[in-house]
Structure formats: C-alpha cells, structure tokens
C-alpha cells in the first residue's frame, strides 16, 4: 500500500499542476470578460508575461491532448530488432512482439495492425499488452 501510493505521487502533483494551469486560465479570461462587461481598461490583461506563459501552457496542454486523440491511437510503430544466437545456425526465426494498443469501441489502428503483422511473415508473434 505505501509502495502504491509513492508511485502515485508523481501523477497526483502533474494532474495538480495541469489543473491549476487551466484554473488559472479560466480566471484570468472570466476576469479579462467581466471588466470588459464593465467598460473597464482591459489593455494588458492578457498580454503580460505571466499571461502569456499561461497561455502557452493552455495550447501546449491543448496540443498534448489533441495528438493523444487524433495522431497517437493511428500510429503504428515497427522496430526491428535482431538478436544473433549461436544456438541457430544457419537460419532464423522471426517474432513479432505486439503491446499498447489501447483497444477502444472506435476501430482505428486494428485492421491495419493485422495487415502489417502478415507483412512482416512471423514464425511466432506474442501479444504483451502494456
């Protein structure tokens, strides 16, 4: 138990950062269209440097999670590795080694996984999930 919850440390204090980024955010922009409601000067508001480090933090943020969705699920990655034995001679034996496919309802990377598989001719081929 005490292992599990040092091991959840990092990712407590990255989902607390990530979140009080876009707190921050959304106060400065709530505060920046409120005075702007309210006739008041609203010049440098969002233009500061402290405002724009939380700007780009927000569309970095952004950007992280749009590759998550729309690039990474469609990324086939292939690495070929060849591991010489003295133990076969004068011949090979090839294994295709399948991990992170993060299966979800949404078909996106199986057919093609499945086709890429075939290509590459596999003696054995072991599935190792994450």
Not at 30 to 38: G, P, Y
Not at 44 to 70: D, E, K, N, Q
Not at 95 to 101: A, E, F, N, P
Request: hydrophobic share 50%; with cysteine.
């Amino acid at each position: 138990m005490k292992y599990m919850l040092i091991c959840l440390i990092p990712a407590i204090l990255f989902l607390g950062c990530v979140a009080a980024i876009y707190l921050l955010e959304i106060r400065l922009l709530f505060k920046w269209f409120r005075r702007r409601l309210q006739k008041q000067p609203t010049a440098r508001m969002l233009t500061t440097r402290p405002a724009a480090f939380l700007h780009a933090f927000s569309v970095i943020g952004l950007l992280c999670l749009a590759w998550a969705y729309f690039v990474e699920p469609y990324r086939l990655e292939i690495c070929t590795v060849t591991i010489p034995t003295g133990k076969l001679t004068n011949t090979s034996f090839r294994i295709v080694q399948i991990s992170d496919l993060h299966c979800e309802k949404k078909i996106r990377l199986e057919p093609r996984l499945v086709e890429e598989i075939n290509r590459l001719k596999p003696d054995l081929a072991v599935f190792t999930g994450d």
